[in-house]
């Protein structure tokens, strides 16, 4: 008899892993609360705009590539890829935008006009960053560090020197070893932000996120990032995935220490010889589990750090907005300041570092013509508490901050205008501290300090998803899967599978 499984949410890291387990021979059975799949990646429209609801910033393609080919689904089938020219532009409060092109030697070209020296720094650290995202990749990443071997065999102990600063230095000093100029760190230091940390605080390992757009540039695939999401699903159930949406879980059943299935809100019970949840892990832990049951209690959450939360923007916009890119990037003087008031002061950022994102300018689909669709994400405190009315409040200063920062004039053409925040996050996604991400990555929460995805107290229930191992993202999610498969399947070593073989069946 085929080993059932259940997997509580349809985000990435559920999907993913369905499919996974389902191509090993499992028996697959998805259980997501909402209609659609996608959990924070998933999508909306109104009055002819078409949103993608959380990430927007197509991250470490290899490691799509890497999952396709897991499942033998050629990735150019699913997914309509297109560089972006120019990567991405930044805007600072006085003085001029620096646009990023994703070709290093033009890029290293700006770099030399804004700092002496800078151009081959450029170029030093982005070579560095793509030893570091190699290593990264087999060592830190696709493990579950239950092999020792993995950690003291010969390519390791070859950058040795190099890993006490990785994995110690943070990475604000570790990029001002390279460069001076405050912008030029700035622009090395953003993809913190999409790991839900300060680059005063994260490790110097996670220099990797930024090599990669410098190297090869920045994609994005064409009809929106939900694309990637209707392409797993599709995948799942060629895989015979059963997918059931409106379909919440209200609890993890167990027995002597041994996962049993969920029960729904609706009273309905589903046996299960696996459990995955790809809920929220401390949702998970303490909603879904009895006390006895619970590896990760409320004392265990209250040393760890959140991600911040957010406020989404999404608007339609009358008209153009030549000023703003694909990808355009705000950057306040006081950068550190900033990150200080998400993280330390609780406070909310006043003038803020802002995230914007025009697709239409890319895919024509996504509003209707002479129009545009526009995102804006704000970093905001983790664990408050913010009223629609004064959520409203923040949006009119944030887009007044747009326009002074850039000349965008959008708040007078607004034909849409939706607002996500941190107590959306809280009451739809049931997100610790109402983090848009989940734990940050500080070291003490990266890579083997990271909690584990499986439950150290019921046999066969395990986690997927940026709460747990590898961490936040969508690379990341899909990177968890395989880990999740790789645990099921018994194997050990780190380091990316070749191919998914079949797990054996209960006797």
Known sequence: MATRCVIIGGGIGGLATASLLAKAGLEVHVYEKDSLVGGRAGRFEKD????DTGPSWY?????????????????GTWLDLQKLTPAYK???EHTEPIVVTGNLERDADTFELIEAGAGDALKHYVSRSKDIYELSLKHFLYTNFQDPRDLVNLSVLRKSLLLPTLLTKPIHSYVGSYVSDMRLKQILEYPMVFLGTSPFSAPAMYSLMSALDFDEGVFYPRGGMYTIIESIEAIARKNRVTIHTNSETQKI????????????????QVEADIVISNADLHYTETALLDAPDRSYDEKYWQSKEPGPSALLMYLG????????EHHSLLFVDTWQQNFEAIYADKQMPHPASIYISKISQTDTGAAPAGKENVFV?????????????????????YLAQIETMTGADLRSRLLVRELFGPNDFRTKYYSWQS????????????????????SKKVRGLYYVGGSTTPGIGLPMCLIGAELIYKRIAGDKRGGRVAHIDTIGEKS
Do not use: C, W
């Open 48 to 51: 002819g705009f078409v949103f």
């Open 59 to 75: 991250l470490m393609p290899d490691v799509f590539e890497h999952f396709f080919e897991l499942m033998d689904e050629p990735i």
């Open 90 to 92: 930044v805007f600072y």
């Open 253 to 268: 059943n167990t027995a002597n220490g041994v996962v049993t299935g969920i029960t729904l809100t609706d009273g309905a």
């Open 317 to 324: 916009v009358d008209g153009e907005v030549p000023e703003l």
């Open 377 to 397: 994400l704000v970093p905001l405190p983790a664990g408050v508490d913010i009223e629609e009315v004064e959520l409203e409040q923040l949006a009119d200063t």
């Open 435 to 454: 983090s848009m991400l989940g734990q940050s990555h500080l070291l003490k929460q990266s890579a083997f300090f990271r909690t584990k995805n499986v």
